[in-house]
């Protein structure tokens, strides 16, 4: 049996959170307040990520356990090698446009996305600041795949990434693992694990684990230029 948490309210007014370990089974830690550039930096900060639906109130995450991949561990399958040359990888050139394809892809309007437009702001706002980045991959001068984060420390926290041709979601994730190995980067954060995470190299890490490996490599500090 699921242990019962209580689940409390955050006001607009603080941007503090409760200790992440508190969350619950689920990995929901506390629900409510608003996304302002300094609540979501100091969420993320201490491994906590915003994640609902439409017209629900914001919930705020710290799973048990956590995906996270080594960038040197990713997995690289026969295709994907054939179809890495068939793309261009660009950095930060087309933030909004990478954000957006996430939102408005097939897969998220069937099921219902979890970017809204609180988010895409958000997010946009912490582009121009140097902190949320993007990894596009096209295919003669066309935006076909791409994902976005925050870059903190040596912690790339991926947020979505989108696809529009064979592979090309893939390419932009070797490139983004290649990109933190450069910089001197840890590990990218993936939240939930899935199975698609998994057979890309991602590894299940305890949240206690996950929290502590992240701080000490937030200690590196925020190395906007390095992008």
């Known amino acids: 049996m699921a242990n019962k948490v209580f689940i409390p309210k955050l006001t607009d007014d603080k941007t503090s959170f409760p200790n992440p370990l508190l969350a619950d089974d689920k990995g929901l830690l506390a629900w409510g307040g608003c996304l302002s550039e300094e609540r979501v930096l100091n969420a993320y900060l201490q491994g906590i990520f ?19 991949l080594y960038p040197a561990e990713i997995k690289i399958s026969k295709s994907l090698k054939k179809n890495i040359k068939k793309y261009t990888l660009c950095f930060d050139k087309n933030f909004k446009d990478v954000i957006t394809f996430c939102q408005n892809s097939p897969k998220r309007k069937a099921q219902g996305t979890w970017i809204h437009q609180e988010i895409v702001d958000v997010f946009c706002s912490l ?23 925050l870059y903190l420390g040596g912690v790339f926290c991926g947020e979505s990434m989108f696809s529009l041709k064979t592979d090309a979601s893939k390419v932009a994730l070797l490139g983004l ?14 939240q ?13 890490v305890e949240r206690e684990d996950f929290i502590e490996a992240l701080q000490v490599s937030l200690k590196k500090g925020l190395h906007v230029a390095l992008w």
């Open 192 to 204: 939930m694990p899935t199975k698609h995470l998994s057979s890309l190299g991602a590894v299940s």
């Open 177 to 190: 693992c290649e990109k933190i190995q450069s910089i001197g980067g840890d590990f990218i954060d993936c």
């Open 127 to 149: 582009h121009v600041k140097g902190l949320a980045h993007s990894v596009e991959c096209y295919e003669e001068d066309i935006l076909v795949g791409g994902l976005y984060g």
């Open 50 to 68: 915003p994640w609902y639906n439409q017209n629900d109130p914001i919930l705020w995450w710290s799973p048990n356990p956590r995906a996270v």
